[in-house]
């Protein structure tokens, strides 16, 4: 088939290991793959060919992940565009729908999977009802991600409004999320 025939696929992430085999794999399931590694690259590349798929991660340089989306859905109203994160929260992920992102998942995520959640009903996909709460530690994450998401990144800002030290703050954030 003719690579040009492909529909588009913009990955966007700092990592260029994950990349290098990510964008081998998505071309291989039917996708002519454009990689990115910064916010200002992304925007260039979608700027100057909208895409009608697109692999975000939340966190890279020049720019959050959850702005590019917007930027991306302003480009090119109706594409698909999937967030792919290892620092997944509720927070990032209401964020993220509601700026109309596709779908949402967590690293690490196989090809095959990012497939299944483009070609997805995102209304179908439907959060599975927890038998026990979340632990302290759970929502101690997600409301520290909420204030940040509040403060568009801004650590310093969501340090003051928590009420802890801004190096506190940077090494919570560094940390994994807590697993439930």
């Not at 998942?105 to 996909?125: F, Y």
């Not at 801004?166 to 919570?172: I, W």
């Given at each position: 088939?003719?690579p040009?025939?492909?529909?588009?696929?913009?990955?966007?992430?700092?990592d260029?290991?994950?990349?290098?085999?990510?964008?081998?794999a998505?071309?291989?399931?039917?996708f002519?793959?454009?990689i990115?590694?910064?916010?200002?690259?992304?925007?260039?590349?979608?700027?100057?060919?909208?895409?009608?798929?697109?692999?975000?991660?939340l966190?890279?340089?020049?720019?959050?992940?959850?702005?590019?989306?917007?930027?991306?859905?302003?480009?090119?109203?109706?594409?698909?565009?999937l967030?792919?994160?290892?620092?997944?929260?509720?927070?990032?992920?209401?964020?993220?729908?509601?700026?109309?992102?596709?779908?949402?998942?967590?690293?690490?995520?196989?090809?095959?999977?990012?497939?299944?959640?483009?070609?997805?009903?995102p209304?179908?996909?439907?959060?599975p009802?927890?038998?026990?709460?979340?632990?302290?530690?759970?929502?101690?994450?997600?409301?520290?991600?909420?204030?940040?998401?509040?403060?568009?990144?801004?650590?310093?800002?969501?340090?003051?409004?928590?009420?802890?030290?801004?190096?506190?703050?940077?090494r919570?954030?560094?940390?994994?999320?807590?697993?439930?």
């Amino acid at each position: 088939m003719d690579p040009l025939l492909l529909p588009q696929l913009l990955l966007v992430d700092d990592d260029e290991t994950l990349c290098s085999v990510l964008g081998p794999a998505l071309a291989r399931r039917g996708f002519r793959v454009a990689i990115a590694h910064d916010y200002r690259s992304a925007l260039t590349m979608a700027s100057a060919s909208p895409p009608p798929f697109a692999v975000v991660d939340l966190k890279f340089p020049g720019g959050s992940g959850l702005s590019l989306v917007q930027r991306l859905v302003e480009l090119r109203p109706g594409a698909r565009v999937l967030v792919l994160t290892g620092y997944a929260s509720i927070a990032t992920a209401i964020e993220a729908v509601k700026l109309q992102a596709h779908y949402y998942l967590t690293k690490p995520a196989n090809a095959d999977q990012i497939v299944a959640a483009l070609h997805s009903d995102p209304l179908a996909a439907a959060a599975p009802i927890r038998d026990k709460p979340l632990s302290v530690g759970r929502l101690e994450w997600e409301h520290i991600q909420r204030v940040l998401a509040g403060n568009r990144g801004n650590i310093s800002e969501t340090a003051r409004i928590l009420g802890m030290h801004r190096r506190t703050l940077q090494r919570k954030l560094s940390k994994r999320p807590v697993r439930d």
